[in-house]
């Protein structure tokens, strides 16, 4: 009775063995289970008939765009649904419109894209057909003729942040000396030039900038100082000094005070 006993209370080896992996077993079928379930659902929501955009919000100080513009630019792009439309395709589709700086569009479930824009904010011309940016971005609107009283900038491809970061510089030094700058350009030999509102130009070239507008800066006011003649072009690019064109006389002046020379000092 006893050997009995202890036969019957020997534990199978393949059953325990069995018990051991059924638990971990169990967890990744039903990991693997759960995981196949949501790339089904992924896969089905993904479809472009699927979970449609049906609004578009948009947000930002904006004095130049329409949101009902930009709402429809946004709505011509969409290729997809929720979640299969190209989010930047949408952007590019935004940032095509000659007013807009920046933008950015995100989802928000189930059925709408929230879009945040940044505007253009013009500080001058550029060339003959443009505006720049404070942030010297070049864009192109359709109506250009209520900023003809904006300076004129322009220079070589490539150089409009170069165009810009001088013009702020130049601009605090010559308000400060009550001269209103009409254009500065570079040119394709990346000489530089300063027209002022009067028909004054002056020519600064391309080397020792800093010292040559400093100089420009300093010697102005005794050129225009209790004198009937104004310059008409002062040119920069002397080491030692620069030459001076003057205006011609208008009609009924002195010639003898108001004769064109040629000046250096």
Not at 26 to 55: D, K, N
Not at 119 to 125: D, G, K, T
Not at 243 to 248: N, P
Request: charged content about 25%; hydrophobic content about 40%.
């Amino acid at each position: 009775m006893p050997a009995r006993t202890v036969k019957s209370q020997r534990k199978n080896p393949l059953k325990l063995t069995l018990r051991r992996w059924m638990a971990p077993l169990g967890l990744v079928f039903g990991f693997c289970a759960l995981l196949s379930a949501g790339v089904f659902g992924y896969h089905y929501l993904s479809q472009p008939g699927r979970l449609p955009l049906r609004v578009v919000e948009v947000s930002g100080a904006l004095k130049r765009l329409e949101h009902d513009e930009m709402q429809r630019a946004v709505v011509q792009a969409i290729d997809g649904g929720f979640f299969s439309c190209d989010m930047q395709k949408l952007r590019l589709a935004v940032m095509a419109m000659p007013w807009v700086a920046d933008a950015s569009i995100r989802r928000i479930w189930p059925d709408r894209l929230s879009m945040v824009v940044i505007e253009q904010v013009p500080l001058a011309r550029w060339g003959d057909d443009a505006l720049v940016s404070v942030n010297a971005g070049v864009f192109r609107p359709s109506v250009l003729d209520e900023f003809n009283g904006l300076v004129k900038l322009s220079g070589p491809e490539g150089s409009q942040q170069r165009v810009v970061q001088f013009f702020q510089t130049v601009a605090s030094a010559a308000r400060a000396r009550e001269l209103d700058i009409t254009e500065v350009k570079l040119d394709e030999r990346r000489h530089w030039w300063l027209h002022f509102d009067g028909g004054l130009t002056v020519s600064l070239g391309r080397e020792d900038i800093d010292r040559r507008l400093s100089q420009f800066f300093r010697i102005y006011p005794s050129l225009t100082a209790n004198s009937p003649r104004q310059p008409e072009r002062i040119d920069m690019r002397y080491e030692h000094g620069f030459a001076v064109r003057w205006r011609e006389p208008a009609e009924g002046e002195s010639a003898a005070e108001t004769v064109k020379s040629q000046e250096k000092v």
